[in-house]
């Protein structure tokens, strides 16, 4: 195995911890306005995630320097290519983490009222947004021999990746609400059990219906074959384990389905993708990959020290703070934000 | 308008935005991170209060540092695509370890110590203090050594049209990077430093209960302990800077100068007023010798001129202007000098107050409330002028601005996102200061007024 399939990994790890972690973060966003009765209601939903969801986003970041790092031109098209999603998922981002922190500073209830709106768009468009990028990846955009991208904003918008972006956006509703069964007590975990049986079956459709999808659109046959393996069929079967738990109210088994179905999902996206990173739907030769997007075999060397002595490091300690925050938050609870 | 001035807006704004909070966060972290060690230490419950105070400052300040943070990471991919085709093989990697190294730990552990005061040991919730304080710090360091190769590129091989690594331990040893760094910690620290005082002066010009007064009585001591060590730091670290930079990027020092010729021994000038079109002043004062004495410690030596060091780009890199903004040098560099002496000056008058018992002292406590802005003047100001004066560079030598940004990305797109940006960047601005206001302004112990629906 060469470095640049060792960074194509990495980067796979990166984002299969982004999206269960930062998955449920926007599902509980998302759901904020909606399950939350009162202002102690809304603070008990998103205390639930405030010690963990700043350490979950940095997922992302790092994922995001990874790709600088070890493909820069994967890095430089995607991101000068994606640039009006990418605007909108960053405004999204922006407001949403300024928002956990200064919604409960005040108590006015209109100064809160904006905030957890900012919240819940602040989750809703990358939860939507992130569906659609990586639908377009592996669906495959206009890139030029010079790798620059020279499609719209609206090429992005195909049927295909507006599925991806309806699958993303289910999938981390359903998430978030399986942690909520598992955070909250009373009332408010009643209210998030109904809702979890309720966005369960529509998640499950549109999943699958992105699946089915992904044969006709992507060039997953060939890629992958009628029976794509091991992982993708894991992924499908996950999420049906994740709708016999919940239906059988075992949420912390559910809870471990949503987390592989989302985490095998990203893992089969990139299984799609290999050995490119970006694909070329002008000409299969224009296509970004491992290798003629990549750093020099010294900075990946580097790199990979770097990486596999301080992710260890990273999941230990992130670990420990999900441990020390495992309680259950409740309307008794002292609430910090 | 054209797509390149738009995206150099875009970066200006979002970075000189982001880097008004960066580094209170990091200087502010260190001094709570103090403060909660003497209360461990002590048991002092004044110490906790203390400590809470300003750590609810520090965590409004943090949010909108980090929020601004995320574009950052983004933007070069954004809107300066070539330039991270032509540098991503060395530039990539300190900020791909900054997020490794430094972003996990302060999330994580701002995470424990915000919501851990009653699940962690005394212990456990002052590392987590101090490992949010080493994070920002070790993400200082990170993110400039990224800065440094673009002001020093050193390290690198150009091969298959872009520069590629040949030495890590270049881009670590980068004699930019160690002059740059210190300055910037001990800025950031400073910045933190007048924050308290300021903010302490503000409630001990008021009529206070005695427990109230006493922390911020000792919060004054502590900011001032912490400034006048940060502010010596950051004016010699800055001189140090200064001269290095006269080596290697003599043209950025001649435009913070405005001088036009070379001269042996130079003049320091104090005003200026000049014509960038003409290249000569039309109204100066200078004190001889001094530029001189500066850079090389003694009253003779030539300092370089705009139009010799002009003439010695075009030889080595062909007909071009090399010349960045004189007027926007000049001024930035004075702008942040003038109030990195300011704040020399004022934080040895807070020692004075302390070492003579005149701390309740009216007129010199309200000297101190509104320095609190000479930092981020300072900040801003020094931030303009190190990145101008690279002009018309974005890697020293290497690559010009106008070969760096996006050849995909249209004039209309980086509009709408420059707009975009700057409105958010605004609406958010108002609510960090209305929060900061509040909690600044609200004296710790009295009990919130509730606003009635």
Redesign the interface.
């Known amino acids: 195995m060469d470095l640049n399939i060792l960074w194509f990994i990495l980067i796979t790890v990166l984002f299969v911890g982004f999206f269960i972690l930062e998955g449920f973060d926007y599902g509980v966003g998302i759901l904020l306005p909606f399950l939350g009765k009162n202002d102690t209601e809304r603070r008990v939903i998103i205390n639930t995630i405030g010690p963990v969801w700043d350490g979950n986003e940095v997922w992302l970041l790092t994922a995001g320097g990874a790709i600088f790092a070890a493909f820069p031109h994967w890095y430089a098209t995607l991101f000068s290519g994606f640039y009006m999603a990418l605007f909108l998922l960053l405004l999204g981002l922006i407001v949403r983490a300024v928002a956990f922190e200064y919604r409960s500073k005040d108590e006015n209830p209109r100064w809160r009222m904006v905030w957890d709106w900012a919240i819940f768009f602040g989750s809703a468009v990358p939860a939507l947004l992130w569906g659609v990028a990586i639908a377009n990846m592996v669906y495959g955009v206009k890139i030029d021999a010079e790798m620059n991208y020279v499609g719209t904003f609206f090429d992005l918008l195909n049927p295909y990746a507006l599925l991806g972006g309806l699958a993303s956006f289910t999938l981390f509703t359903l998430h978030g609400a399986v942690y909520l069964d598992l955070k909250t007590t009373d009332a408010l975990r009643e209210r998030a059990m109904k809702m979890t049986l309720r966005v369960g079956p529509v998640a499950t459709v549109i999943v699958v219906a992105f699946i089915i999808a992904t044969y006709f659109f992507t060039d997953a046959i060939e890629h992958l074959g009628v029976d794509p393996g091991f992982v993708p069929m894991a992924s499908l079967l996950s999420l049906f384990g994740a709708a016999y738990f919940v239906n059988t109210k075992r949420l912390g088994w559910g809870f471990v389905m949503t987390s592989l179905n989302i985490g095998l999902s990203v893992i089969t996206i990139f299984m799609l993708l290999f050995p490119r990173v970006l694909v070329s739907n002008l000409n299969p030769e224009w296509s970004l990959t491992i290798y003629n997007a990549s750093s020099s075999p010294k900075t990946l060397t580097i790199m990979s020290f770097v990486a596999l002595i301080f992710l260890p490091i990273v999941l230990g300690y992130q670990a420990w703070s999900y441990w020390v925050f495992r309680h259950r938050v409740s309307i008794k609870s002292e609430l910090t934000y | 308008m054209d797509a390149l001035i738009l995206a150099r807006w875009q970066f200006a704004i979002t970075t000189v935005y982001h880097f008004f909070f960066v580094p209170l966060s990091i200087g502010l972290a260190l001094i709570v991170a103090i403060m909660e060690t003497i209360y461990v230490r002590t048991g002092n419950p004044l110490y906790k209060t203390m400590t809470k105070f300003w750590g609810k400052l520090l965590?409004?300040n943090?949010?909108?540092g980090?929020?601004?943070g995320?574009?950052q990471?983004?933007q070069?991919?954004?809107?300066w695509?070539?330039y991270?085709?032509f540098?991503?093989?060395?530039?990539?990697?300190p900020?791909?370890?900054?997020?490794?190294?430094a972003?996990?730990?302060e999330?994580?552990?701002?995470?424990?110590w915000?919501?851990?005061w009653?699940?962690?040991t005394k212990l456990q919730h002052l590392v987590s203090i101090w490992l949010l304080a080493i994070g920002s710090t070790i993400s200082s360091f990170w993110i400039l050594a990224a800065n440094s190769f673009m002001h020093q590129p050193v390290g690198y091989v150009i091969?298959n049209g872009?520069a590629?690594?040949?030495s890590?331990s270049a881009l670590l040893t980068n004699g930019h990077l160690w002059v740059q760094w210190p300055h910037t910690m001990f800025a950031a620290i400073s910045t933190a430093a007048f924050f308290v005082l300021g903010i302490s002066a503000y409630h001990l010009r008021r009529p206070l209960a005695d427990e109230a007064k006493e922390l911020f009585r000792r919060s004054f001591q502590i900011g001032t302990l912490i400034g006048i060590v940060s502010t010596l730091g950051v004016v010699l670290a800055g001189h140090a800077q200064s001269q290095y930079i006269i080596k290697v990027q003599p043209m950025k020092m001649a435009a913070a100068e405005a001088l036009w010729e070379s001269e042996d021994p130079a003049a320091l000038s104090l005003f200026t007023v000049a014509s960038e079109a003409e290249q000569r002043d039309l109204f100066a004062i200078k004190i001889p010798g001094m530029l001189s004495f500066l850079t090389f410690n003694r009253f003779e030596g030539e300092v370089r001129g705009i139009k010799d060091l002009q003439a010695e780009s075009e030889a080595t890199y062909g007909p071009g202007n090399y010349i960045p903004s004189v007027f926007l040098n000049y001024w930035s560099f004075r702008g942040m000098v003038g109030a990195g002496t300011l704040m020399l000056g004022l934080a040895a008058m807070a020692l004075y107050m302390l070492a003579r018992d005149k701390i309740q002292s009216p007129r010199m406590l309200a000297l101190l409330v509104p320095a609190l802005g000479l930092p981020y003047l300072a900040n801003a100001t020094g931030w303009i002028f190190t990145e101008m004066g690279r002009q018309p560079w974005i890697v020293y030598g290497v690559l010009r601005t106008e070969d760096a940004v996006?050849?995909?990305?249209s004039t209309g797109?980086v509009l709408?996102?420059l707009i975009?940006?700057t409105l958010?960047y605004l609406v958010?601005m108002a609510?960090?200061a209305?929060?900061m206001l509040?909690?600044a302004t609200r004296v710790p112990g009295e009990t919130?007024t509730?606003?009635a629906?």
Do not use: Q
Not at chain 2, 406 to 409: A, E, I, K, R
């Open positions: 965590v409004i943090f949010a909108i980090v929020a601004t995320i574009v990471e983004f070069f991919g954004m809107n695509s070539d991270s085709r540098v991503g093989d060395i530039f990539g990697a900020l791909a370890i900054e997020a490794l190294m972003f996990f730990l999330s994580t552990f701002l995470g424990l915000l919501f851990g009653e699940k962690l091969n872009r590629e690594m040949e890590f996006s050849p995909t990305v797109m709408i996102t975009g940006f958010v958010l609510a960090t209305y929060l509040k909690y919130a509730v606003h629906g």
